[in-house]
């Protein structure tokens, strides 16, 4: 007889989750943190249970909201470049549809996190139960469906021996360098309960090693001969470049080979932003340098990239007659974007052999000499911004420059919607890799405060800036009591510009005013025209336990600052006030969001008949 364990489905769960790690480069870790919950009747006998009888081997952590812990999972997760994250349980119906945005969000931005939602009653005698959606076409449906396209693995295990066979392809998806994402495991919440007599040796330590997977030898060659052709090629650095941990690989590249960087979101930090060949960001929010260069690229060099419409200005940024790709990526599904030579593999595994291959390879001199002199007036630009001593109000750029200015080099600044990623984008001096934290996949309001929680608890030796609009404040400040809970500290720097300037300055380009983008109070019919609403966030934020430093000028900014630095072991809440007219202006790019086609407003026809210009740079690469 095999040796067997009678255990619960939950506990078996749970003791198979305290047992995975993970190794790669010869350092192993444990693969989940924790475990997120909030528990209703769906889970609270269940998984509750389990995890109440394995405190000691994984620990349990209470949130206030199921789509913040699946935030604090996955800003976690990014934090440690995919290495380990977090399990999050909930009950069933609204907790489990809670974690919907978030899996969205974790699938969107390529990041694992496993999904545990509680799930009707498999023997279905006491149907409907409370919460339960009912089908009149299938017993066979429930609200946890919704997480299928939001999943890269999905299962509901209406019988306990299911677990042996979903749990290691649950692994091997949240693992996988390429597949990475949410996976969902959907649990009736009768089966949680079941005992059966599993296998022990399900329960033994297993290490999952992330492979650096190398890219075909002949699609090396070529792309060699095609680095070497190229007169004008420019390399696109996305978030595989952090995730496979090729910074250092790709600054050796850089250097010799002379080949200049532009950088997504995701890829920022990849270069400090004071290296010459380092363009800045690219794209829709990018730099005047790297957009006019990305233009003329007649080689195009995507490593780690998935080309979203802000790093591709909507398919504008390359123009050149002919420009070609080559795609450093781990998923094939990326490589072979653009009608892209597809390098499929390991984004330092690939750079250190493309390297060897190219030993002797230099661009033009004057061509790196242009690049150098775009890093330089870039930076200058940036100075601009940091030091405009706009009156009476601040404005963003200026508060993105102090707090840049005061962080150390190793701390942390996240953000995720709103006009700040924009402006981070453009304006922020990263200076270790890890010091630049955009949510900016999903772009999802409500990820800032949850998601700065999740990267202090990862990295507590960094300060971390969490850089939130008013909007998304009010959408998700609930985490801010989880950290007073567990001792946690973040910087919250909260910039009140009464709603939304990022929609409000889309709107008024479109031809449409702002119109619904401001907090103001109702005044007629049709107009939320009025007083700005009287929402006093210092107190909010107070009334939750952080502590709340309030700045009107440059120089209560910088006390705040300081002050806030010397605080340990608790939130802190910075609120100030900034004009939300000014703006940081677009440097030769464009983002397509599509214009009404009829209208009897002459500024939305006028809006309209530029976007049609615009749409005439639009390229298929093909
Ligand atoms: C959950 C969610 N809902 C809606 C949006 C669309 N959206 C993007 S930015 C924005 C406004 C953000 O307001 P705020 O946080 O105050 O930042 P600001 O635009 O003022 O800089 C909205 C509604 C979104 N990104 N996420
Ligand atoms: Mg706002």
Known sequence: MANLKRLTMAQALILYLSQQHVARDGVEQPFFAGVWGIFGHGNVAGVGQALQQYADRIRYYQSRNEQAQVHAAIAYAKHKNRMQTFACTSSIGPGATNMITGA???????????????????????????????????????????????????????????????????????????????????????????AFDYPAALFEKRVWQIARNRADSAAMRVAVQWIRESRQPLIVAGGGVHYSD?????????????????ETQAGKGALRYDHPLNLGALGSTGTEGANIIAREADLVIGIGTRYSDFTTASRTAFQAEGVRFININVAEFDAYKHNALPLTGDARATLDELLELLADFSTDPDYQQRCRAYNAAWDAEVQRIYTLEHEPLLSQGEVVGMVNTFSREQDVVLCAAGSLPGDLHKLWRTRDPRGYHLEYGYSCMGYEIAGGMGVAM????????????????????????????????????????????????????????????????????????????????????????????????????????????????????????????????GYESWWDVAIAEVSDNPDVQQARAEYEEHKKRQRYFL
């Not at 010397?566 to 939130?571: I, L, Q, S, T, Y």
């Open 246 to 262: 090729a910074t250092a690989a790709l600054l050796a590249f850089v250097e010799r080979t002379g080949i200049p960087v532009g």
């Open 458 to 585: 990862a990295d507590p030796e960094r300060e971390v800036y969490v850089m939130i609009g008013d909007g998304s404040y009010l959408m998700m400040n609930s985490e801010i009591v989880t950290m007073v809970q567990e001792g946690i500290k973040v910087t919250i720097v909260l910039l009140d510009n009464h709603g939304f300037a990022s929609i409000g300055g889309l709107s008024e380009s479109v031809g449409s005013a702002g119109f619904g983008t401001h907090y103001r109070a109702r005044t007629g019919e049709d107009q939320l025209a009025g007083e700005p609403l009287p929402v006093d966030y210092a107190q909010n934020c107070a009334s939750l336990g952080a502590l709340v430093l309030q700045a009107k000028d440059r120089g209560e900014f910088a006390a705040a600052l300081e002050e806030a630095r010397a605080v340990k072991n608790r939130p802190v809440c910075i609120v100030t006030q900034v004009d939300r007219e000014q703006r940081v202006g």
């Open 104 to 194: 969205a969000t974790a699938t969107i931005n390529r990041l694992p996190v496993l999904l545990l939602p509680g799930d009707i009653f498999a023997e279905r005698r006491q149907g409907p139960v409370l919460q339960q959606l009912e089908s009149e076409h299938s017993q066979n449906v429930s609200v946890n469906d919704c997480f299928r396209p939001v999943s890269r693995y999905w299962d509901r295990l209406e019988r306990p021996e299911q677990l042996i066979s979903a749990l290691p392809e649950a692994m091997r998806v949240l693992t996988s360098p390429a597949e990475t994402g949410a996976v969902t495991l959907a649990l009736p919440q009768d089966t949680q309960t079941e």
